[in-house]
């Protein structure tokens, strides 16, 4: 049975299912406030890590923390920067 968490919440349903799947209640709300048919799309327009340059893709790798980063080849970046 799914709960009704008031006007806050527009898809009570998917918010208890987000939320049983760990999800925080922040991130939960905001994706159950989302229209279903847009929740599931994918943003940004960037290239795939494949078609970036290793200089690139070590730089971005650097950007997040990444640690080991200056001995992985190529793939091994693109495999980290994945996780």
């Given at each position: 049975?799914?709960?009704?968490?008031?006007n806050s919440?527009?898809?009570?349903?998917?918010?208890?299912?987000?939320?049983?799947?760990?999800?925080?209640?922040?991130?939960?709300?905001?994706?159950?406030?989302?229209?279903?048919?847009?929740?599931?799309?994918?943003?940004?327009?960037?290239?795939?890590?494949?078609?970036?340059?290793?200089?690139?893709?070590?730089?971005?790798?650097?950007?997040?923390?990444?640690?080991?980063?200056?001995?992985?080849?190529?793939?091994?970046?693109?495999?980290?920067?994945?996780?």
């Open positions: 049975m799914t709960k009704n968490h008031g919440i527009k898809d009570d349903e998917q918010y208890e299912a987000l939320r049983d799947e760990g999800m925080s209640k922040e991130k939960a709300a905001r994706i159950a406030n989302t229209e279903r048919s847009k929740a599931g799309r994918r943003g940004g327009k960037s290239e795939r890590y494949e078609d970036w340059s290793k200089a690139s893709l070590y730089d971005k790798a650097r950007e997040v923390g990444i640690e080991g980063r200056s001995t992985m080849d190529k793939g091994e970046l693109i495999r980290a920067l994945r996780r």
